[in-house]
């Protein structure tokens, strides 16, 4: 976990939420009341942030005493409890919302990224996420999607070079785009992978022939000839297959022998699992 930066997303959630204060506790419970409550699963899947829940309470009073009994990327069922939380009522309620509203995403992504690794066990390819984050959650959804058992692709533009067609296009072609991309990190002092999108064959046939990459993505490539694709680079580079892949399809994609699976719907358009705090 980045603390750094756990910690400031958590600062600027309580800030967004808070205001000039919680008027509703304030007004309701007297000061220095003491309560406890429990995080009740409501749903079946995995779970995950529970660590940045410890982070949360931590942050919103020091004092909050945390009981963890399911930590992240457990198998969680309807009624499983799975932490409990000792201390100010006032601390308990600032911060409740938060954490559900993390834990609940963070789970439904690591259900989901979970559910389509046992898919691909039987299979040497792996599932990748994307940059289709929601903007400020994008470390959260990542870290949500390794701990259901998934990889993390690039985090940012910063962490690796991927050539997809819009830079091909603007570059003048493939060889000018891998060729510009070398004298970029070699004029840049930068040790970064490179990785190219190619549309069809053709541009497929030209990687090869131009070479230096470390990876080949085969974009929205009907499933005969992604196989195909990927015989033809037969081992040279590492493959991954992305385009209108889904849950239901992924094991087709699985068999055509590819390396990498990149799935932006494990992030942009998951259902969150159901949980819930109570008083108790």
């Keep these: 976990m980045d603390k750094k930066l756990v910690s400031q997303f958590i600062k600027n959630a309580i800030a967004e939420d808070v205001g000039d204060g919680d008027h509703t506790s304030l007004s309701t419970i007297p000061a220095g009341t003491k309560g406890r409550a429990q995080l ?16 949360i309470f931590h942050q919103v009073d020091p004092e909050l005493q945390v009981n963890v009994l399911i930590k ?26 938060l954490v559900l509203n993390c ?11 979970s559910r389509i690794v046992a898919l ?34 690039r985090i940012g533009l910063y962490d690796m070079i ?15 785009a891998i060729a510009a991309a070398h004298q970029y990190l070699q004029k840049n002092h930068k040790q970064l992978a490179i990785e190219i999108e190619v549309r069809n064959m053709d541009e497929l046939k030209q990687v090869l022939a131009k070479g230096n990459v470390d990876r080949i993505l085969l ?51 998951v259902k969150s699992l159901d949980l819930s705090l109570k008083a108790c």
């Design 40 to 55: 009740i699963v409501k749903e079946n899947g995995v779970l995950a942030g529970v660590e940045l829940a410890l982070e």
């Design 72 to 97: 992240d990327g457990e198998k969680v069922k309807v009624g499983d409890i799975a932490l409990t939380v000792t201390g100010s009522t006032h601390g308990i309620l600032l911060a409740e919302r």
């Design 103 to 113: 834990m609940q995403r963070m789970s439904g992504i690591a259900t989901k990224t």
């Design 120 to 153: 691909l066990k039987p299979y040497h390819t792996q599932v990748l996420d994307t940059r289709k984050t929601t903007p400020g959650l994008r470390y959260l959804e990542k870290w949500s999607v390794k701990i259901g058992g998934g990889v993390n692709h």
């Design 162 to 176: 991927l050539i997809k067609d819009n830079h091909v296009d603007y570059a003048g072609g493939i060889a000018n």
């Design 219 to 269: 974009d929205n490539f009907e499933l005969p000839l992604l196989r195909d694709a990927v015989a033809l680079i037969d081992g040279q580079y590492v493959t991954e297959a992305s385009g209108g892949i889904t849950e239901e399809n992924v094991l087709k994609y699985a068999q055509t022998g590819v390396d990498f699976i990149s799935m932006g719907a494990l992030t942009h358009s």
